[in-house]
Each structure stands twice: as structure tokens, then as C-alpha cells.
């Protein structure tokens, strides 16, 4: 099975504080609100429900909102996932294939658009826990549709800054981001959230 992206994302100290406070996703949007752009390197691991680890990856990802992204995942496989804020493109050279899909479709309660949406959506769409320990600030989101993929998301912050991403799906699988390198004021303008399709690839048109 490919292994694709997601998109469609160590204990300092004993002394733990743990509240699921009325206010949570209030913290989680004020430390996101500054990244109005970021940029940032990813490596990404796949486990099974047993804990083993199925396939890995890494890459690197800019973000800027409204909902542009550019995910490119350069090994194993390379695969670029591409939104300008209206379609995604997502591109596999080895497969020399495009699909395109509407961004508000793919992207609407995904884990990226934490970083490349409205923050408005964090109450909408999670039930959000928060947690310190020393100079992490730990929040656990729990998606409040049945029909989401994942069952519980976990985001944390290391002074402020995001750090990493660990994502379990229903099937108890686990993704885990963890992010290098991070930039939450990269000079981006529109050119990399834009994609020209190569020559001579299949395109999977979704968006008509």
C-alpha cells in the first residue's frame, strides 16, 4: 500500500498539568494565529495498531493561509500535494499521475488545515484537552464527526512553536510529524501553492 501524506498533519519533567479546559482551543488558536505562513521540514512514520512501524518519509511543507499548501514528501517517493485555496493537485512522478480535488472538500476538517485554515474551525470540528510539561504546551483534539478519519490528534508546541503532529485513525494506526527547521515568517508569495500540470501524466479530474 503507498503510503501517502497526510492531509486529507519526550517528557521534560514529572510535574504534569493536565485540564480539559472550556478555553483549550482558544490556546491551540492563539499559538496558531501567529502562523499566518510557515515553513518547516517533516519526517513522517506509519505505525500498525501493534505499535510496528509500517513505512516512513520526509520532506518538507509550507503553509500559508487561507488553505495554501505545499506538502512535498521527497523520500522514499516523492509526491507533491499542492492547494491554492480552491483545488488540490496532488502529484506522483513515479505513477506519472495528477488528481485533482476541490480544497474545501479534501481539506475541510483535516489535520493541515489547522495550520492553513480558519481558526474558527478548531471549536467547530474538535472536542480539544490541553497539557504542559516544563516548555511543551500538549493539546489533544478529538474530531467531533463520526466520519472522520482519525480519532484523536495530538499537537505539540515547544516554546511556542509547533514541533510535532501524532495522529491515530480508526483503525488505531499512528502517524507521527515531527517537524525541523521551522520558519513562522518565510518570505512566500503565491508561485508555490500553484502547480502547472506536466505533459504526459494521467489527470484524475475531480473538480468538474
Same mark, same amino acid.
Given at each position: 500500500?503507498?503510503?501517502?501524506?497526510?492531509?486529507?498533519?519526550?517528557?521534560? +519533567?514529572?510535574?504534569?498539568?493536565?485540564?480539559?479546559?472550556? #478555553?483549550?482551543?482558544?490556546?491551540?488558536?492563539?499559538?496558531?494565529?501567529?502562523?499566518?505562513?510557515?515553513?518547516?521540514?517533516? +519526517?513522517?512514520?506509519?505505525?500498525?495498531?501493534?505499535?510496528?512501524?509500517?513505512? +516512513?518519509? !520526509?520532506?518538507?511543507?509550507?503553509?500559508?493561509?487561507?488553505?495554501?499548501?505545499?506538502?512535498?514528501?521527497?523520500?522514499?517517493?516523492?509526491?507533491?500535494?499542492?492547494? #491554492?485555496?480552491? $483545488?488540490?493537485?496532488?502529484?506522483?512522478?513515479?505513477?506519472?499521475?495528477?488528481?485533482?480535488?476541490?480544497?474545501?472538500?479534501?481539506? +475541510? %476538517?483535516?489535520? =493541515?488545515?489547522?495550520?492553513?485554515?480558519?481558526?474558527?474551525?478548531?471549536?467547530?470540528?474538535?472536542?480539544?484537552?490541553?497539557?504542559?510539561?516544563?516548555?511543551?504546551?500538549?493539546?489533544?483534539?478529538?474530531?467531533?464527526?463520526?466520519?472522520?478519519?482519525?480519532?484523536?490528534? !495530538? !499537537?505539540?508546541?515547544?516554546? %511556542?512553536?509547533?514541533?510535532? !503532529?501524532?495522529?491515530?485513525?480508526?483503525?488505531?494506526?499512528?502517524?507521527? =510529524?515531527?517537524?525541523?527547521?521551522?520558519?513562522?515568517?518565510?518570505?512566500?508569495?503565491?508561485?508555490?501553492?500553484?502547480?502547472?500540470?506536466?505533459?504526459?501524466?494521467?489527470?484524475? #479530474?475531480? $473538480?468538474?
Amino acid at each position: 500500500m503507498r503510503f501517502y501524506s497526510v492531509l486529507l498533519f519526550c517528557l521534560v +519533567s514529572l510535574s504534569v498539568s493536565s485540564v480539559k479546559a472550556a #478555553n483549550a482551543d482558544q490556546n491551540l488558536a492563539g499559538l496558531l494565529s501567529p502562523a499566518e505562513k510557515i515553513s518547516a521540514n517533516f +519526517s513522517q512514520k506509519l505505525f500498525d495498531a501493534d505499535g510496528f512501524e509500517m513505512d +516512513s518519509s !520526509i520532506g518538507r511543507f509550507s503553509v500559508a493561509r487561507p488553505k495554501q499548501i505545499l506538502w512535498h514528501t521527497t523520500e522514499p517517493l516523492e509526491q507533491k500535494v499542492v492547494s #491554492n485555496g480552491k $483545488v488540490v493537485w496532488i502529484y506522483d512522478p513515479d505513477l506519472a499521475q495528477v488528481i485533482i480535488e476541490p480544497a474545501e472538500r479534501l481539506l +475541510s %476538517g483535516s489535520p =493541515i488545515a489547522l495550520f492553513s485554515g480558519n481558526l474558527s474551525d478548531i471549536q467547530e470540528h474538535y472536542e480539544v484537552a490541553e497539557e504542559y510539561r516544563a516548555n511543551r504546551a500538549i493539546f489533544s483534539l478529538v474530531p467531533t464527526s463520526k466520519a472522520s478519519l482519525f480519532r484523536e490528534i !495530538i !499537537i505539540i508546541f515547544v516554546g %511556542g512553536v509547533p514541533d510535532s !503532529i501524532a495522529l491515530t485513525d480508526t483503525l488505531n494506526q499512528k502517524t507521527k =510529524i515531527q517537524f525541523s527547521n521551522v520558519n513562522l515568517s518565510p518570505a512566500l508569495d503565491d508561485a508555490p501553492f500553484d502547480f502547472a500540470v506536466p505533459a504526459d501524466v494521467d489527470v484524475i #479530474n475531480n $473538480v468538474r
